[in-house]
């Protein structure tokens, strides 16, 4: 499970909150209630957040604080919200502290906060016997956010509907990718995801759903290659507004071989890197001289 328990009290529990990226990602169509219908193929990485969940006492109720990001602390933060969820579903009256160490930046596509709340679920079902069942915290989840569900599913996950429709993708491919290193690179502006979407909307040129599956089904029995799956229906309106997107990934492309995505609404992107590439430094340094040297660059692997 990628939402590992780290540590474990009486009262405590410490866990890690992984990153994803998504593989693929095709948007079928815009929805009545808003939302977009897509199909997605979701990996974990090894980069991600920490999460300190301490019980205390009821009059204290909940409290999230995530230091050197004060702007997190409200009771907007999916964390605050999956534990006032976590309580109230099992009918708990518990005060319960939660300290987010932050290290994925946000509005970057890496499903941050969504993996935040679903650690912030686990690590409450670890505090007590009264545990919320694979089926609640599936339910519970998914309307604390699209992409939440995903990270429940252990190895490569496919999500349907707005996100909450999820399986798991072919055991065998998932141990595959498992170690594939991935390059997660970030320019230093974050996209809002509901903008992207509706970007992506306005130009009414969605995928065909039996082409997405049709792709996603080739990959997953084995008849084509990772390379052959990657693909994001959402760069095309990002990439037409940003243009510094496509010159870099074109240089990846020409100068490395190495092809290029960018992850859920983005704005991270990332790279798959082949086994035994020797020239990981020249692609930094090619990153940092495309996008500037404040650029967010982190070596991590896929993991379960
Ligand atoms: O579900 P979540 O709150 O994470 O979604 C954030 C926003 O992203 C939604 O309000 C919607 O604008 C957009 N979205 C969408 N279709 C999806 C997932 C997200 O349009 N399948």
Redesign the pocket.
């Known amino acids: 499970m990628s939402h590992r328990l780290l540590r474990r009290s009486a009262d405590t529990v410490e866990l890690f909150a992984p990153a994803k990226i998504n593989l693929f990602l095709s948007v079928l169509g815009?929805r009545s209630d808003?939302?977009?219908?897509?199909i997605t193929v979701m990996a974990k990485v090894s980069c991600g957040d920490l999460l300190k969940i301490r019980r205390t006492s009821p009059q204290e109720g909940v409290r999230v604080s995530c230091p050197g990001h004060e702007q997190l602390e409200d009771e907007n933060n999916l964390v605050c919200k999956a534990v006032r969820a976590w309580l109230q579903t099992t009918q708990t009256e518990w005060g319960v502290e939660v300290v987010l160490q932050k290290n994925l930046p946000i509005q970057a596509g890496l499903g941050g906060g969504?993996s935040n709340a679903v650690s912030a679920l686990l690590g409450m079902n670890e505090l007590t016997e009264k545990k919320l069942s694979d089926e609640s915290l599936r339910a519970v989840a998914a309307r604390l956010?699209?992409?939440c569900p995903g990270f429940l599913c252990s190895g490569l996950c496919l999500a349907e509907?707005?996100?909450e429709t999820i399986r798991e993708i072919d055991p065998e491919r998932s141990r595959e990718l498992r170690g594939q290193a991935v390059l997660l690179f970030r320019p230093q502006i974050g996209f809002a995801?509901?903008e992207v979407?509706?970007g992506f909307s306005d130009r009414g040129e969605f995928s065909d759903a039996k082409w997405a599956r049709n792709r996603v089904c080739r990959w997953e029995s084995g008849e084509t290659s990772l390379s052959q799956l990657l693909y994001n229906d959402l760069e095309k309106s990002v990439f037409e507004k940003h243009r510094y997107f496509s010159p870099l990934f074109r240089e990846m492309e020409r100068e490395f071989g190495i092809f290029p995505r960018m992850s859920g609404?983005g704005s991270c992107c990332f790279a798959c890197m082949p086994e035994g590439f020797a020239r990981a430094n020249e692609v930094r340094e090619l990153i940092l001289r495309s996008w500037g040297e404040c650029t967010w660059i982190e070596d991590a692997e896929l993991i379960d």
């Open positions: 815009k808003g939302y977009h219908d897509l969504s956010g699209s992409d509907g707005r996100g995801t509901p979407y509706q609404s």
